[in-house]
């Protein structure tokens, strides 16, 4: 991610905040990158074929988010699958 669309990332039980974005949870990535565009959960949920709780148990690491569903919210968020899980690109 850019410089201009650096998201701070926050533990939801004790709401600190995390130190790495390489070692955020995909639940929470997926989160803060959603409010950063504006949506709520259901409006991401339905735009990614997928119910409410399904994100919400993804965001709280009770589930796994599936291969599908981890494209499909790329897509919609409209960042690149390694913007999503973490991973940054070191500049020459």
Same mark, same amino acid.
């Given at each position: 991610?850019?410089?201009?669309?650096?998201? @701070?990332?926050?533990?939801?039980?004790?709401?600190?905040?995390?130190?790495?974005?390489? $070692?955020?949870?995909?639940?929470?990535?997926?989160?803060?990158?959603?409010?950063?565009? +504006? &949506?709520?959960?259901?409006? &991401? @949920?339905?735009?990614?074929?997928?119910?409410?709780?399904?994100?919400?148990?993804?965001?709280?690491?009770?589930?796994?988010?599936?291969?599908?569903?981890?494209?499909? @919210? @790329?897509?919609?968020?409209?960042?690149?699958? $390694?913007?999503?899980? +973490?991973?940054?690109?070191?500049? $020459?």
């Amino acid at each position: 991610m850019s410089e201009a669309t650096q998201l @701070a990332f926050y533990c939801p039980t004790c709401h600190q905040e995390l130190p790495e974005e390489g $070692d955020i949870p995909i639940g929470l990535r997926l989160r803060a990158i959603r409010r950063a565009k +504006g &949506l709520s959960v259901t409006e &991401l @949920a339905a735009r990614m074929g997928v119910t409410h709780p399904y994100i919400c148990n993804v965001k709280l690491g009770v589930k796994q988010i599936s291969y599908q569903a981890f494209i499909n @919210a @790329a897509r919609v968020l409209g960042v690149s699958l $390694d913007e999503l899980a +973490g991973f940054t690109r070191e500049e $020459d």
